[in-house]
């Protein structure tokens, strides 16, 4: 069961990367960097980061916008039963390893 957690949620990864590839209003990079799936399939939170960081809320917001047509796209691309409601999220990990690079860094 653990495996194909693991393997619907990187298939979501691919499929929402491949998505905001193509809808990206290129005025920011959005990287999907993870996804998590509920052991039922039910739910799935997609993980992004933003380049610039302060265009962070104003992607976010495009995302969350664009989950009809990312779920949408999802189930024309892959073969489950369930599509997961997909929740979408700024990866705070990265964030933190990015800011303690840094600091590494300026030593």
Same mark, same amino acid.
């Not at 960097?33 to 039910?42: E, F, G, R």
């Not at 809320?57 to 779920?71: H, P």
């Not at 892959?78 to 590494?104: A, C, H, S, Y």
């Given at each position: 069961?653990?495996?194909?957690?693991?393997?619907?949620?990187?298939?979501?990864? =691919? /499929? @929402?990367?491949?998505?905001?590839? +193509?809808?990206?209003?290129?005025? &920011? /990079?959005?990287? #999907?960097? &993870?996804?998590? #799936? &509920?052991?039922?399939?039910? +739910?799935?939170?997609?993980?992004?980061? #933003?380049?610039?960081?302060?265009?962070?809320?104003?992607?976010?917001?495009?995302?969350? +916008?664009?989950? @009809? =047509?990312? $779920? =949408?796209?999802?189930?024309?691309?892959?073969?489950?039963?369930?599509?997961?409601?997909?929740?979408?999220?700024?990866?705070? @990990?990265?964030?933190? $390893?990015?800011?303690?690079? =840094?600091?590494? $860094?300026?030593?």
């Amino acid at each position: 069961m653990i495996q194909r957690n693991e393997k619907v949620a990187n298939l979501l990864k =691919e /499929l @929402g990367a491949q998505f905001l590839e +193509r809808e990206n209003n290129n005025t &920011s /990079l959005i990287t #999907v960097t &993870s996804c998590t #799936v &509920s052991p039922d399939l039910k +739910r799935a939170t997609i993980f992004i980061t #933003v380049l610039p960081d302060e265009k962070e809320t104003k992607a976010l917001a495009f995302v969350k +916008r664009k989950r @009809g =047509e990312l $779920r =949408e796209y999802i189930r024309k691309n892959i073969q489950i039963k369930i599509i997961p409601f997909i929740d979408i999220q700024i990866d705070r @990990g990265e964030k933190n $390893r990015q800011k303690i690079d =840094e600091l590494l $860094r300026e030593k």
